[in-house]
């Protein structure tokens, strides 16, 4: 089966990528307390946890995003979405997750004659049913509402609106770990269903036969090389 590869070079730098767009630095709310008998929760262990999209764990992630160049002033648009997730515990067996996005936007004049806006957006609470204590398939599946709560009329669709909802992670390990760079300097990342032999398990992002896929890059802390645009991630290739 062949194997896509994406090589970055120059400075250090911490890459993510997804396939959705779901998270960005949550904050942990739910706090390990640690007792004599040694059952304090691993580092590890709350790393999975806050990486899991159905764990069962309060958490608040804030995810700052910036649409440039738009409208026909090119202005930025920025969104700031809250995005606390609950998780209540119906059974021995079952927990229900909560998510509920909160964008609070500000929206520029984007041409003459368009007000400028800022405020809250139409909120979008999901709800996940999830079962406790699934690690080689994590799964959730259940509604998705979207609330006509926008504050200006400029920043939502003022109309209600509900759907289906899941969210699933496969076998490979979760979270992954960090992939290790080359003796250059250069970090390679493989894509493809199978681990490639001799790549670290940090360096393969598990992809599905048969499936399309997309990549996206997000930079946290970006050192100068990325501004000065010394440094930037090269084309993905096909390698067998």
């Known amino acids: 089966m062949p194997t896509r590869r994406l090589v970055g070079r120059g400075g250090s730098w911490w890459a993510v990528l997804m396939f959705a767009v779901l998270?960005?630095?949550?904050?942990?709310?739910?706090?390990?307390?640690?007792?004599?008998s040694g059952n304090e929760e691993s580092n590890t262990d709350l790393a999975k946890k806050t990486q899991n999209p159905v764990a069962d764990l309060i958490s608040v992630p804030f995810q700052n995003n910036f649409n440039f160049d738009a409208g026909p002033e090119n202005r930025t648009v920025w969104v700031l979405n809250v995005q606390p997730v609950i998780p209540i515990h119906l059974s021995d067996?079952?927990?229900?997750?909560?998510?509920?996005?909160?964008?609070?936007?500000?929206?520029?004049?984007?041409?003459?004659?368009?007000?400028?806006?800022?405020?809250?957006?139409?909120?979008?609470?999901?709800?996940?049913?999830?079962?406790?204590?699934?690690?080689?398939?994590i799964w959730g599946a259940g509604p998705t509402f979207t609330f006509p709560t926008a504050s200006n009329r400029l920043l939502g669709n003022g109309k209600y609106s509900a759907g289906p909802a899941a969210?699933?992670?496969g076998s490979q390990s979760?979270?992954?770990?960090?992939?290790?760079?080359?003796?250059d300097?250069?970090?390679?990342?493989?894509?493809?269903?199978?681990?490639?032999e001799g790549v670290?398990?940090?360096?393969?992002?598990?992809?599905?036969?048969?499936?399309?896929?997309?990549?996206l890059l997000r930079l946290y802390s970006p050192l100068e090389p990325f501004f000065t645009k010394q440094w930037r991630p090269s084309e993905i290739e096909l390698v067998q």
């Open 23 to 36: 998270l960005a630095s949550p904050l942990r709310a739910e706090q390990a307390a640690a007792t004599a």
């Open 93 to 137: 067996d079952w927990n229900l997750i909560t998510r509920i996005i909160m964008p609070i936007i500000n929206l520029p004049s984007l041409a003459p004659g368009i007000d400028h806006a800022f405020g809250l957006g139409d909120i979008n609470p999901t709800f996940f049913l999830s079962p406790v204590g699934s690690e080689k398939f």
């Open 167 to 169: 969210v699933a992670a």
């Open 174 to 183: 979760y979270p992954s770990p960090a992939a290790e760079p080359n003796a």
């Open 185 to 196: 300097g250069s970090t390679t990342v493989y894509f493809g269903p199978k681990q490639p």
């Open 200 to 215: 670290k398990p940090g360096n393969w992002i598990q992809t599905m036969p048969g499936k399309g896929w997309f990549t």
